[in-house]
C-alpha cells in the first residue's frame, strides 16, 4: 500500500510499504477514508524532528521513517474497544495517544500525560495509507449522523475542548482565543457550541476573513492587540484566553489580554522560549496553563456534532488525494494561504 512517511526534516514521501500487522499493542486495524494534516506534521517536517523520535518508540517500537497521520476516520476491519462495544464493520475515528495503561498518571485516566506516551501517527505508523494498526483502547465510535468530513476533524477538535477545560471555562465567561490555524478554529467553534461568544485574533487577514465568515467576532492582532482585546470583551480582558498561535512573542501579549483572575492557556506549542514578567500574572491573580493533546474528549465533540451543535468541517479548506499529499506538505510549509485546514483522501489509494 501507498504511504506518506516522514524520513527526516523536509523529506516526506509517498512509499509503497506492507500492510501493518496487528502486535499485542497495535491490535485494531482501520481501512483509512480521509486523514487530517495537522499543523504538528508540518513542523516536523519543517523543523523536526521535534516530537517524532529517532530511536524506537518504547511502546510501539517503531522508529522512521514513520507514516504520518492521527486525525483519521475510516472503517474498524480487525480488533475491538476493550469493552467490545466496538467491533468490526463499524465507521470509527481514533484518540490518538499512546498510553502504558499503567503508569500513575494512566492509573488516573491522565493517559495524555503518560510518561511513555505518544501518538499514533508520530510514534507509531498513521493514517496517511490505506490501513493503520492503532491500538483498541484508541477506537472511538462515529455515529451514523456524522458525516466523514466531520469525523476527520474529532482530534483537533478535542484538542480545542481540552484547552477551554484547561482554562476552566465557565458559563458566562468571556474568551479570547489567539491565533485562526486549525487549533484556534477549532477552539473558537468548540466554545460557540458550548454558548459562548469567543474573540478571535489573528494578523493574518485571509484567516480574519475565514473567521469573520464563520459568524465569530475578529479582532486584529499585533501590537497593542490586549487593547483591542479588551475592548472587544469588555470586563478588563478575557476570562480565558487560549493561545494557538505557537509564536513565542505572543505569550506576554497573550497574558495581557486575560482579566483579573483570568485563566491564559497554551495550546500552541511555543516556538522557543518566551519572557514573561511574573509581575504581570501575580498582580492580576491570573493563572497561566499549558494544554496537552485531550483526555477523553473525543466522544464529547461527536455528541456535539451529533446534537448538530457543531460542525467541524466547516474549517475545511482543501481536501487533496494521497497521490498530492506531498506537494500539499511542501505547499503549505511555505505558508497556509487560503487554508484553513486541509484532509488527505485515502479512501480510492491502493
Ligand atoms: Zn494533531
Ligand atoms: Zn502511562
Avoid at 509503497?16 to 483509512?32: C, G, H, R, W
Avoid at 476491519?77 to 470509527?92: A, H, K, Y
Avoid at 498510553?99 to 498513521?126: K, P, Q
Avoid at 478588563?236 to 486575560?258: F, K, M
Amino acid at each position: 500500500m501507498l504511504a506518506l512517511r516522514w524520513h527526516g526534516r523536509e523529506d516526506v514521501r509517498l512509499d509503497d510499504v506492507q500492510a501493518p500487522q496487528l502486535t499485542p499493542l497495535l491490535d485494531a486495524l482501520i481501512e483509512v477514508e480521509l486523514c487530517g494534516l495537522c499543523g504538528t506534521d508540518l513542523a516536523e517536517y519543517r523543523h523536526g524532528p521535534g516530537m517524532i523520535r529517532m530511536s524506537p518508540h518504547p511502546l510501539s517500537g517503531q522508529q522512521p521513517p514513520i507514516t504520518l497521520g492521527h486525525e483519521l476516520v475510516g472503517t474498524l476491519v480487525e480488533g475491538s474497544s476493550p469493552d467490545g462495544t466496538i467491533t468490526p464493520g463499524m465507521r470509527v475515528t481514533v484518540d490518538a495517544c499512546l498510553r502504558c495503561g499503567t503508569c500513575a498518571a494512566c492509573v488516573r485516566g491522565d493517559y495524555h500525560r503518560c510518561r511513555y506516551g505518544g501518538s499514533i501517527g508520530l510514534h507509531s505508523d498513521g493514517g496517511f495509507a490505506r490501513h493503520v494498526a492503532v491500538p483498541g483502547a484508541c477506537l472511538v465510535a462515529v455515529p451514523d449522523s456524522v458525516t466523514d468530513r466531520q469525523a476527520a476533524l474529532t482530534e483537533p477538535f478535542a484538542v480545542g475542548l481540552h484547552a477551554l477545560e484547561r482554562g476552566g471555562l465557565r458559563t458566562g465567561d468571556t474568551i479570547a482565543v489567539l491565533g485562526f490555524g486549525p487549533i484556534g478554529a477549532a477552539t473558537a467553534l468548540v466554545a460557540q457550541a458550548l454558548g459562548a461568544a469567543p474573540v478571535v485574533v489573528e494578523l493574518d487577514p485571509l484567516r480574519l476573513a475565514a473567521a469573520q465568515r464563520l459568524g465569530l467576532t475578529v479582532v486584529e492582532g499585533g501590537e497593542d492587540v490586549h487593547r483591542r482585546v479588551r475592548a472587544a470583551v469588555g470586563g478588563g480582558g478575557a476570562d480565558v484566553v487560549v493561545e494557538s498561535t505557537g509564536a513565542a512573542a505572543v505569550v506576554p501579549q497573550a497574558i495581557e489580554c486575560a482579566a483579573r483572575g483570568g485563566r491564559i492557556v497554551l495550546a500552541g506549542l511555543p516556538s522557543r522560549a518566551s519572557e514573561i514578567d511574573g509581575r504581570r500574572l501575580t498582580l492580576f491573580e491570573r493563572s497561566l496553563v499549558g494544554s496537552l493533546g485531550y483526555r477523553h474528549d473525543c466522544p464529547r465533540i461527536l455528541a456535539l456534532v451529533d446534537a448538530g451543535r457543531l460542525d467541524p468541517s466547516a474549517i475545511v479548506t482543501d481536501v487533496v488525494p494521497l497521490g498530492e499529499a506531498v506537494e500539499l506538505i511542501q505547499r503549505l510549509a511555505g505558508g497556509p494561504g487560503t487554508t484553513i485546514k486541509a484532509l488527505v483522501a485515502i479512501g480510492d489509494t491502493p
